[in-house]
Nanobody, 127 residues
Framework: QVQLVESGGGLVQAGGSLRLSCAAS????????MGWFRQAPGKEREFVAA????????AYADSVKGRSTISRDNAKNTVYLQMNSLKPEDTAIYYC????????????????????WGQGTQVTVSS
């Protein structure tokens, strides 16, 4: 079983950037498809980005496409989410998640597809 710990959140002004990290322990990250999700107050948790086990394929929500980049370093057991041109509507708790997705060339896009979750890191974007 893998344990996930997110870091890198914080308070940033609109237009700024943040790089979130998700460090894994307990098992090598390379066997998991990884995703980032977020949850704003009063809203459901939503998909942000995902990456295949090898890092060869990625997917993004329309709301962050072109502004965010998901990447992974399997040697460091870490997944990243670089977010640029941040907007107030990006304010949320951001969660890292892992799944034993059976299709190595594709990614999982729904919360129910992911087996393991971190505790989340708060991102607040001020206007």
């Amino acid at each position: 079983q893998v344990q996930l710990v997110e870091s890198g959140g914080g308070l940033v002004q609109a237009g700024g950037s943040l790089r979130l990290s998700c460090a894994a322990s307990g098992r090598t990250l390379s066997v998991y498809t990884m995703g980032w999700f977020r949850q704003a107050p009063g809203k459901e948790r939503e998909f942000v980005a995902a990456i295949t086990r090898s890092g060869g394929s990625t997917a993004y929500a329309d709301s962050v496409k072109g502004r965010s980049t998901i990447s992974r370093d399997n040697a460091k057991n870490t997944v990243y989410l670089q977010m640029n041109s941040l907007k107030p509507e990006d304010t949320a708790i951001y969660y890292c998640a892992a799944t034993n997705w059976p299709r190595p060339l594709t990614v999982a896009l729904t919360t129910t597809s992911y087996n393991y979750w971190g505790q989340g890191t708060q991102v607040t974007v001020s206007s």
